[in-house]
């Protein structure tokens, strides 16, 4: 008579667990890994992110104060027009002002290749990423502002002052000051520049204050202390 076997339960069972937690404890340690691994990455890009919207500040500040200066210009020469008021002598360098042109371009590339990998999952802030997007969504509505305002130097006011102003010199002959001052399309054509500039000033600090709000969110999370 042949004696049954006693299956040793209480080992299979403790075996078995232990097998079990080796397997949890694997794909714990590889998450760990994989979220630590996570986090550099996306250190990395806050980093880079931070260094763009600094430079994009910097470029920023500089169109800033360069459509200031045209603004200002442009001021000057409408209020020449109407009241004779302001400097003849200045009215060159109006007039040169109000032919120039500033582009923000900022540097995007950490930015286009965070969207392109599909790396803004790692952002593990919402506000971050709200900030990044409405920043990224201004820029778009600044630079088509400025490529209306650069037709309308392009197509109408640089052939204009070609055909009408001696653009080579420091100080325009009064007569041709005179006859400027007078001229309607001259003046139609300053009034339309005026008004694209301001619509674009508009814009630009629009795109400012996101810039801003980006730049205090992105400095916080690569300096969390």
Do not use: C
């Not at 340690?29 to 806050?46: L, P, S």
């Amino acid at each position: 008579m042949s004696s049954t076997k006693q299956i040793p339960w209480p080992r299979v069972i403790a075996e078995g667990a232990v097998i079990v937690v080796s397997i949890l404890l694997a794909f714990g340690i590889d998450a760990w890994w994989e979220g630590r691994q996570e986090r550099a990455e996306e250190g990395r890009y806050i980093t880079a992110l931070l260094d763009e919207a600094y430079a994009a500040a910097d470029e920023l500040e500089i169109d800033r104060q360069a459509r200031d200066v045209r603004l200002a210009a442009l001021d000057s020469l409408q209020l020449y027009f109407t009241s004779g008021r302001g400097r003849p002598d200045a009215f060159t360098s109006w007039v040169n002002e109000s032919s120039s042109l500033a582009n923000f371009f900022p540097p995007t590339a950490a930015y286009d290749d965070l969207v392109s990998s599909g790396g803004l999952q790692l952002l593990t802030s919402d506000e971050l990423r709200l900030a990044l997007m409405s920043y990224h969504q201004e820029r778009p509505r600044l630079q088509f502002l400025e490529e209306r305002e650069r037709i309308t130097v392009d197509d109408d006011l640089r052939p204009y002052l070609l055909r009408n102003f001696p653009l080579d010199v420091e100080t325009a002959p009064a007569s041709v000051v005179s006859r400027l001052a007078g001229d309607q399309e001259f003046r139609s054509l300053i009034e339309v520049r005026r008004r694209r500039l301001t619509m674009t000033i508009y814009y630009q600090d629009q795109l400012g204050e996101s810039l801003v709000r980006l730049t205090e969110i992105l400095a916080q999370q690569a300096n969390p202390n």
